[in-house]
Structures are given as C-alpha cells and as structure tokens.
C-alpha cells in the first residue's frame, strides 16, 4: 500500500487550515437576527446602565452613616423626608438623619447612599422612622453603571450570540450588531461505490451518508452548505465538479477520495488546479487519517474519509472551529473503562454519558466498523492527545458534546 | 397588595400546559431540511442493512468450526478456494476446511461464517493457508441486519433530529420524514413603562427586553415567533393586539401584566374573550411566580412575568418543552454553596458550570435582581423541587444546559 505523503500532526493540520482559511467576510444584521451569529467585532456599551442609582428592595433610603449602631435596643431615629414614586425623580434629597421610602428599583434620592430594609424599619407616628440595623454605604442599592459602564466591552468578537445575550443587548440599546457573513461551503461525495439515498445499493455500493451529515452540521454552526451530489472516479468529472465548487463557495468538502488506494486520483485533480498547494495528506488521528487539504487560490479543499463517523468527526474537530466558537461545551466525566491509544497519533473516542448520581460517567461507543447506526449513538467525545498513550478507567475525562 | 387568583404547583401548571396546548400539525420534509425537526411518528427500517453477511476486517473468512483447536504450534490448515472483491458477489461457496480471502467490507462467501484476520495466517504456496488462531461464529463479521432490521424502529416519534441521525436516515434509505409543523408564537410585550430598544428610557422606564429573548428563544426551539410590540397599559388596545396575535398564532406568550397590582387588568381582559378560561393565575415556583395561563378556544395565552430572567427561565421550564424534546441536556454537578429553598415551591436556580478537573463545579448565579447583564451569565440551571428545602455545598446536583 502507498504511503500519505505529507502526514501531519492534529495540531499541525489544525494551524495549516488556520492559517490557509479563506477570511471570513462581515456584516450587519437586526439584533432579533443575530442569533447565533459570531460577532465580528467587541460590542461595547454606549450608556451607563441603570443611569441613575437604584433601590433593590422595599425601604428606607438613607444616608449609610447615620444608621451606624442602629440595633433593635438602641434603634437610630431617622425623619421622614418624602415618598419616591415608582418611575418618578424624587423632588427632594436626603441630609442628616433624614430618610425616604422607597420601592424596589425606584431611584434614590440624591445625598442617600443606602436603603434600609422596611423589615428593619418602624415607622413611628407621621415622621419618624425607626431603624433597627444598620447599612453599610450602597447596601441594597444599584449603583450609577453597576450593570454596564459606557464603553465597557460587553461581549467580544467572536462571542457567539444566545438568546439570554440577545436578551441583554436589548436591555443596553444596541439595535444591530456586526456579524460574520455565514460561509459557502461546497460538498461533494466521490466515489464510484456511492449511490444517492433512494436508491437500494447492490453488493459494494453505499448510499450517500457525508452529504447530508455534512449539510446539517454545517447549517448547525451557521454556514451555508451547497452540496453537488456523487462524482464517480474520473477525472474529467471530479475536475469540473470541483471547478464549479470551487466558483460558488470558499470552503469545499470532498468526501472519500483522500486514502491512499489505487484509485485515489483526488489529490492529483486537485494540485492540477493553478495555484495549489498541498497542506497535508493524511493527519495523524484516529479517526480521519485519511484527510487532506489544498489550498487553490484563496479558496481551500478539504479532503474527508469517506467513512460517515470519520467523515462528522474530523469536520467537528478540524473545520467547525474556523467558523467561530461552535455551540458546543465541555464536560467532564469518569470514563468507565480501560482506553488506550497509541502515542504519536492524536485519538478522537466517542463517548455515551450517563449520569451516576453522582457525576457524570463516559462509556465507550464502539462498533464493528461497517455499522452505520453507531453514526447517532455518542454524546460527545474525548480528545485524547499526542503524547498519552489513552485513560485508565476512573480517570476524569474532558468531553466535548456533540 | 392583592393575592393571586388560582396559584398551582409547578407540576400542576405543567399538565395544565399540556392537557390545553394547542394540536401540533404535522408535515413531510425532505431529509436534507430536518435538521433539528421533531419527528411526527416512528421512522422505521424498510430494509434489513447490510442485506449481506461482510467482513470487518482483512482476512481469509471460513467456516469457524474449522478453526477450532488452532494454534501457533498447531495450526489449522485450510484450502484456499478463491478471492472475494471489494464490492462483487463471490462466484463460490466455503465448504469443510475451506477458506477465501475478503477485504474488509466485502461480502462472505455463502458456507463461511467467519474470517480469520490476516495477522493470524500465514499462506502456504498457492493453496494452502494455516490458521494459528480460532474464530467463533460471526467473528469479524457483520452480520444481515445487524445494523437495522426491516420494521425496526430507528428513531421514535418525539425525537429530535441531529446532524448524526439524518446521516443514519440516509445510509437507511430515508428521503423524507413526517415531522411536526413549527408553531406560531405570538409575543406581547405590555407595560406603560416599555419602550422600544431604540429608545433611552427615563427614569422608570425599560426597554422591551422579552420581546427579544422569547423570540431567539422560541427560534431555537423551532418554533416561529411573531412579535407585536408593546402595547401600554390600556384595555382596549390590549384586547385587540392579543385578537389579532391570537388569530396569527396558536399560542400568545404575554409579557409584564401578570403580577397581582393595582394597573393589572390583562387577566380580566383575557377572560373577557369569548371560550376563555384561567388555567392557572401564579405559579409556586422561583423565579416566575406571576405567571398565568388562560386558553381561549382553542388557542393559549400564557402571561409570562415582566422581569427578563423570570420570563426567559418560565418560557424555558414551562413552554419550551411542550414544542417537542428541547435541546438541552443534563449534567451532574457538585454545588459549590449552600442553596436555602422554601418547601412548597419549586425554584429554578440559575449557575454556572467549571471544571475541576475530577468533575463539574455548579456556582449559584445571584445578582441584585434589577442587574440585567446575570441574564446571560447562567450555563444551566438546577430544578430543586417541592419537596426538596434546598441543597447543601458538595451536594451532586443535576443541572440542565442552556
């Protein structure tokens, strides 16, 4: 069997994508249609959020001093000055020994620096407020820009946008944000042995998985996928579909066609185009060893295995992340068996997670490798890097969901 | 201050939601547009996959018996009847102490039911192969209908389709699926003291936060949100926006105007609708005890609380999950403080998720509640139910992911 020739570590690959990645353009969109969208620049606050000081509770606005000491034996007397409104300025400020009533989010009156608690209040006769503890400067009191200083960066480019951060760009004004334009990305699966899905395969033939997994997980990280269905292995087609591919997107998957067999002419193809550059030919991982990547122009291929677990996996570890922070999160669990993996190659185990009662528990997916259900059955996965040679059981693990 | 009409258990309010949310309709989709669609009814296997018998490894496939008792210093020694090709029929049957090679993926000869890896082989001269290990039956094979089974039930009716799983429908065969319709969501923002994003409140005023988040929300849900602005605190012009909101869509989400004051008069106008009827007018729970829900005809109006967290914690504990399988998922985690908790309501508290490196940390997010930014600071949060007066600190608490 030939050998790749141009094998490369994860990291490796990882920076060349990085570094040959077509730029991604930018653009403005109404806040309502920015959910998850990749912010291209930080969004900072153009306003002092709340603009004036506010009480969080029901009580008494006073001066923190002069409720110093105050205890219920030894209750300080305060004078009622006046009653804020809800909504309302108040028309007067607080001095000495003076207080004012003030509902939850009401604005404080100027001099106050502390609202007391009603539940630590007596109010004695019309004007006399009774105060049985004492509060310390800004107790239950927002303060001038508490929640956001004008010019404080809120969230920061590349954030990716949920609908609580929506939520809270509403809250500061902001009516539209700059956005990362989504991403063209081309599909196309090749190979003489795959045939669209409606159609029944006969011995040697399997039905086209990549185009579809692909397509749905690039929509998931919000790139636009165009897919250009099956190319047999000839030449000829392989070199006009990626032509066409290549006009109208920046980024173009190619599935199957990257291992090293006899008919692997893909790589040829593809470095006949004008200005190509290989980056590499074959990563070291386990899944997708047999994944390329050439650059052509300022446009860049990526070549998949044609195996649908390998073909998802290394697209989620290798190009998912180039289009901004993918919505995905880390947890960690106790892996329940033995692992083992060998050095010099970085591994990718799909994981099931199960809940023990006590923390979370990752348990191996395996499968006979011609099993395609297995495609649906992890929850996420465990990087396991270069230099480890894989996990004892009991070890708490990383796992990236799915 | 005035009590709540008709306060209900947390539980109780879910199953009134349930027993009174509008049908779901249902559609066919092609499968490359249900990504994230909640499938209508089982999708079953209208073929047994692989319709052959293949091997998942290269090797010599034999009939196992035949193999037993090898050994390194005995080995077996078996007749080589042929070579089987990737993706062709073999033209020839195993019988007694027979053998034929198969790559991986290839199909077994009819006689053979299993394959002796390669390492474990040694060929000798044309025609013979020895054996120094045994297989049993259907080693390193995968066998008819191993991966589906025709009538299996792949995925059931309520599931949510990801990425994997439509590349496990295509590799079955699956061109289309019959899913639910995405509902219409009306959203009513009411309150004299909203105002439009675009504007900067006065002193007393907000800006329309709800309408925002409900409709990212209600988007990642797959449903279709429709917002109608804000409507002041006026029985006229209320009762019509919720008309014309209530022929558009089949649920109207009501935001502000649920707490028990003296302006509040959305619940009378609600009722004053022809086939009305309260549902639920506060809900024990923290947040979003001013929470209500009033069908009319066949349609629902749920009056969510003003306050932008209440609103988007109960529109994702209380609505979300009735528009199919939510996308969230569970995570145990350890409560890094102690968390007091009334009995007798539910509280939903929102934390934050860390690694500690042997397991997930959850830390309460608290906040003075008229922050608005501890909106987006939450990972997840944790349900302490009825009975339950809080948690201790170290105590593994399940937490469902934003």
């Known amino acids: 069997m030939a050998e790749f020739f141009k094998v490369v570590r994860f990291g490796e690959a ?27 620049r930080d969004v900072l606050s153009h306003e002092d959020m709340p603009a004036f000081e506010r009480s969080t509770v029901d009580g008494y606005a006073v001066r923190a001093r ?20 809800m909504g309302q300025e108040p028309g007067f400020s607080i001095g000495q020994s003076e207080c004012a009533w003030v509902p939850t989010g009401a604005m404080l009156p100027s001099g106050a620096d502390g609202v007391v608690m009603m539940e630590y209040t007596e109010k004695l006769g019309e004007d ?31 954030s990716r946008l ?24 081309g599909i196309i699966s090749s190979g003489d042995e795959i045939v669209p899905i409606n159609e029944v395969p006969t011995v040697g033939q399997v039905r086209d998985v990549n185009s579809y997994t692909l397509a749905a997980v690039i929509t998931n990280i919000g790139g636009i996928p165009r897919t250009y269905g099956i190319i047999p292995d000839n030449r000829d087609l392989l070199s006009q579909g990626l032509e066409k ?30 200005d190509s550059e290989l980056l ?50 880390q947890v960690r669990a106790v892996l329940n068996a033995n692992v083992a993996s060998q050095a010099g190659r970085d591994d990718f185990l799909r994981v099931e997670l199960s809940d023990s009662g006590e923390g979370m528990v990752a348990t191996p997916v395996y499968g006979k490798s011609g099993l395609i259900r297995i495609l649906s059955l992890a929850d996420g996965f465990v990087h396991i890097p270069y230099e480890k040679q894989g996990f004892k059981a009991g070890e708490p693990v990383l796992v990236t969901l799915f």
């Open 14 to 40: 990882q920076k060349l994508l990085r570094d040959n990645f077509p730029p991604l353009q930018t653009e403005k969109v109404e806040l309502s249609r920015s959910l998850n969208r990749v912010l291209a």
């Open 162 to 185: 949920r609908a609580q951060d929506i939520g809270v760009l509403a809250a500061l004004g902001v009516t539209e944000v700059k956005v990362f334009s989504p991403m063209h990305m």
């Open 280 to 329: 590499f030919h074959g990563v070291a991982t386990r899944p997708g060893k047999p994944t390329l990547a050439v650059r052509i122009g300022e446009h860049l291929v990526v070549g998949l295995p044609g195996h649908p677990v390998a073909a998802f996996m290394m697209f989620t570890v290798l190009c998912a992340p180039l289009l901004g922070p993918v919505p995905a999160r």
């Open 66 to 85: 002069d409720t110093f000491g105050s205890t219920e034996s030894i209750p300080g007397f305060l004078t009622l000055k006046g009653e804020v409104l």
């Open 128 to 158: 006399t407020v009774l105060v049985s503890r004492p509060v310390g400067p800004y107790d239950n009191v927002i303060r001038i820009g508490e929640d956001s200083r004008w010019g404080e960066v809120i969230f920061s480019r590349g």
């Open 245 to 274: 591919a290549l006009e109208e997107n920046e980024v173009v998957l190619l599935s199957g066609g990257s291992s090293v067999g006899e008919r692997d002419f893909s790589l040829e193809v593809l470095l006949s185009f004008p």
